[in-house]
């Protein structure tokens, strides 16, 4: 079963803005609760520390870590993503405004990657492949890293690149209902990579309408999108 994916709207600078001590200590707390022995849970022993690192010197910090914190970066994302978007009202966190009540599966945002890859510049379908593949802090290429997870759980754009997300969108593809690419050799690209991958299992139009009204509320507010799953 596919997994629903929520946009949300979040500070201008992106991930940094986002992992605030207030919020860090709800998702500390999280993974306390969860803590049986220490000794066995070394993934979770390392997250901790990695969220007592950031509380003592700030989210901005992730780009910049210890080499020993790194490997419990993934982890916190997974956690971050279920504070923001699983655990609703009972997050002890401060809650984020939703960019859009659409949430449209993870299959239709892979199936609007065809669709973006064959008719957007890369600069464009690189900034979408992210809500696919998810985003490591600092990370202007999305890799194969996030496909190879169970869950790649989140991803965001900063404000800058919300708005030239949103040009790029517009200049290219048809709006709604269809979303379609506006010159017919890039559908002809886009109906062919779908049906050669598992883009074919979403609807590419459910994906691009959630993102097109997100990116519009994110860019008339100035700020940036998380999508999360």
Do not use: N
Request: proline share 6%.
């Amino acid at each position: 079963m596919s997994t629903p994916v929520s946009f949300l709207l979040i500070p201008s600078e992106g991930l940094a803005g986002v992992l605030t001590r207030a919020r860090l200590a709800a998702m500390r707390a999280t993974v306390a609760e969860g803590l049986e022995d220490p000794e066995d849970d070394d993934d979770e022993v390392l997250l901790l520390e990695l969220m007592d690192h950031l509380s003592r010197h700030g989210a901005d910090t992730l780009t910049r870590l210890p080499e020993q914190l790194e490997d419990g970066v993934w982890d916190l994302l997974d956690v971050l993503a279920d504070e923001l978007v699983h655990l609703g009202k009972d997050a002890r966190g401060e809650p984020l405004e939703l960019a859009t009540q659409l949430h449209p599966s993870e299959y239709d945002l892979q199936a609007a990657e065809a669709v973006v890859g064959s008719s957007c510049a890369e600069p464009i379908h690189r900034l979408w492949r992210f809500t696919v593949v998810g985003r490591m802090p600092g990370q202007d290429i999305p890799t194969s890293t996030g496909s190879m997870r169970a869950y790649p759980a989140l991803g965001y754009w900063t404000g800058a690149e919300v708005r030239q997300l949103r040009e790029g969108l517009r200049e290219h593809l048809d709006g709604a209902p269809d979303y379609k690419p506006h010159l017919r050799s890039a559908r002809i690209r886009a109906w062919l990579q779908r049906k050669l991958s598992p883009a074919r299992r979403g609807d590419p139009a459910r994906a691009l309408d959630a993102a097109t009204h997100a990116l519009d509320k994110a860019s008339r507010q100035g700020v940036g999108l998380l999508f999360a799953r």
